[in-house]
């Protein structure tokens, strides 16, 4: 993608949705940082479906510890890797409220410190909660930045670097949900949806997908 096609390319995402934000549902960043936390290898939709019987039982790190380990894992065990996640949850609980008052930090290393919490986890607390430009790299983005040429690499941290560089500051802070919205809903892995794509214009991806057959 041309240094040119990027600004187009993120105008046309914003005017169809001017206000993105992640399909995990939270309240409060210690919400999202537990769903994001659980949304490892998992659908957000799955996630939603444990958080809703979870978070009104306990939402704050002091509630999860009430819980313990076991109590916990019953309101998550629809979740891959539930028990390892049940337990990184219980260790970043355990540090939150020994370390952090019970709040969660504002910085990356001190997020990335927590159990279960790598770089792209971290990003989206970052992004999402503090409004920092961050970048979450994540599959989708790492196959729409490589598919559509917006930014090449051959790894998560080569595409987050990447897109911190040639993404618009004025797009920054939404760039990763609008990127991660079209991985999900029309730039899919194996049958991208070309043929309803607002930015295909910008995209440098070739043959485009042609459009299903109309059936009468």
Known sequence: MKTAQIEPFFATLKAANPQPNTELEYTSVFELLAAVLLSAQATDVGVNKATRKLFPVA???????????????????????YKSKARHLMETCRILVEQHGGEVPRTRAALEALPGVGRKTANVVLNVAFGQPTMAVDTHIFRVSNRTGLAPGKNPLEVEKQLLARVPAAYAVDSHHWLILLGRYVCQARKPRCWECLVAPYCDYQPKSPAPPVRY
Not at 60 to 81: C, M, N, S, V
């Open 59 to 81: 939402n704050t790190p002091q509630a999860i510890l009430a819980l313990g380990q076991d109590g916990l894992e019953g309101y998550i065990k629809t979740i891959g890797l």
